[in-house]
């Protein structure tokens, strides 16, 4: 079945920098665009980025947009998101989603999601 | 940017009873482009509905959506114990956007 599995997350200072990893399994990796989906503590669901099947294109929320970076490598089913100049507000819980067609492009499958925290 | 923008935000209602969530879009969207989830305290989202009126797979039929342009309604015809959650509204075309959500609660 359809797996995703986020980590990475952890408490950084703000500023610095980190990398969150998206594996996958259970599905033809390289055929399939992934997001990821952001949600501070006790608040909404914000879309963060995408990326397309093959890397070739990239989109990202603007409250995100040159700080943070998407890519993904089909040759290991795996999806990252570098995270540079982090900053109070990108506290959150992260999760990576795929979506369930590739016509269909609602967020089907999700992972557990992994925890960022930004304080000093 | 399209928001999105649910109403109420809080529905307190009993098992059994039907609840009824709105999301109203900034602007038209093609109803192909909308979703709903659901959110359970400590659980990732979860798929119910997308194109606005198609269920995933392995939801109840007690949700059911419609609507479009602007206006779209999820319902969930009688309320079992299990589905006193979160729920989002997503417009899944350029630039994704979620709603601030509704919380139902008994």
């Known amino acids: 079945q359809v797996q995703l599995v986020e980590s990475g997350g952890g408490v950084v200072q703000p500023g610095r920098s980190l990398r969150l990893s998206c594996a996958a399994s259970?599905?033809?990796?390289?055929?399939?665009?992934i997001h990821w989906v952001r949600q501070a503590p006790g608040k909404g669901l914000e879309w963060v980025a995408v990326?397309?099947?093959?890397?070739?294109?990239?989109f990202y929320a603007d409250s995100v947009k040159g700080r943070f970076t998407i890519s993904r490598d089909n040759s290991k089913n795996t999806v990252y998101l570098q995270m540079n100049s982090l900053r109070a507000e990108d506290t959150a819980v992260y999760y990576c989603?795929?979506?369930?067609?590739?016509?269909?492009?609602?967020?089907?499958?999700w992972g557990q999601g992994t925890l960022v925290t930004v304080s000093s | 940017e399209i928001v999105l923008t649910q109403s109420p935000g809080t529905l307190s209602l009993s098992p059994g009873e039907r609840a009824t969530l709105s999301c109203r879009a900034s602007?038209?969207?093609?109803?192909?482009?909308l979703a709903w989830y659901q959110q359970r305290p400590g659980q990732a989202p979860r798929l119910l509905i997308y194109?606005?009126?198609s269920r995933a797979t392995g939801i109840p039929d007690r949700f059911s959506g419609s609507g479009s342009g602007a206006d779209f309604t999820l319902t969930i015809s009688r309320l079992e114990p299990e589905d006193f959650a979160l729920y989002y509204c997503?417009?899944?075309?350029?630039?994704?956007?979620f709603g601030q959500g509704t919380r139902v609660e008994i």
């Open positions: 989603a795929r979506v369930l067609t590739v016509m269909i492009v609602c967020l089907a499958y």
């Open positions: 259970g599905f033809t990796f390289s055929t399939y665009p």
């Open positions: 990326i397309s099947y093959d890397g070739s294109k990239e």
């Open positions: 602007q038209s969207i093609s109803s192909s482009y």
């Open positions: 194109g606005a009126s």
């Open positions: 997503q417009q899944y075309g350029s630039s994704p956007t």
